[in-house]
């Protein structure tokens, strides 16, 4: 029995040990993906507001778990858009100040989400606002993932974030 029990526990190590890349942790988190579903999205727009719907998904191929904070749903990422050589933030949602249970995303998993923008456009009192005054152009997203949550660990932050480098997602552009 005892020999069997060894071949098994060998051939357990031998398997994981070749499956270990897949998944094995990193330091800046660049098994994370995000991507959005689409390189196009057209805008809605009328005297006061635009509208769009972006689907995006992140994909955790680090080894260890992603988490989002949430508040009545998962905080959604910053829109920003690209003005010269630099990125600007173009919108970003009004989130309720709450905290539930993270969204929590394992390693080899992916998170689907339908990010919705009603942005009022510049020049009235609505809010949220579209930051930016030409809406046409290349954005992309930035999302706050974090690496661990300890909400409760004394330090101004929910947890430790995964680097902004690899919080955002492919470029995308917007038109109406």
């Not at 060894?6 to 998944?23: E, I, P, R, V, Y």
């Not at 635009?50 to 992603?66: D, K």
């Not at 309720?96 to 998993?109: D, K, M, Q, R, S």
């Not at 579209?130 to 954005?139: I, K, Q």
Request: aromatic share 10%; charged share 20%; net charge negative.
């Amino acid at each position: 029995m005892r020999p069997i029990l060894f071949a098994s526990a060998a051939l357990g190590a031998a398997l994981l040990g070749g499956c270990a890349g897949l998944t094995s942790p990193d330091e800046d988190g660049s098994g994370l993906v995000i991507r959005t579903d689409q390189a196009e999205y057209t805008v809605s727009r009328d005297a006061q507001f635009v509208r769009t719907t972006v689907g995006v998904t992140l994909t955790n191929g680090t080894g260890g778990p992603a988490y989002f904070a949430t508040c009545h749903g998962v905080h959604p990422p910053v829109l920003e858009k690209r003005v010269g050589d630099r990125w600007v933030t173009a919108y970003a949602a009004t989130v309720l100040l709450c905290l539930g249970p993270p969204e929590v995303v394992e390693p080899g998993e992916t998170f689907p989400y339908t990010f919705r923008i009603s942005a009022a456009l510049p020049g009235n009192n609505y809010h949220p606002k579209f930051l930016v005054d030409e809406v046409p152009g290349t954005y992309r997203l930035s999302w706050t993932v974090y690496r661990t949550w300890e909400p409760d660990g004394g330090g101004p932050d929910l947890g430790e974030q995964f680097p902004r480098a690899v919080t955002v997602s492919n470029e995308f552009t917007l038109r109406e």
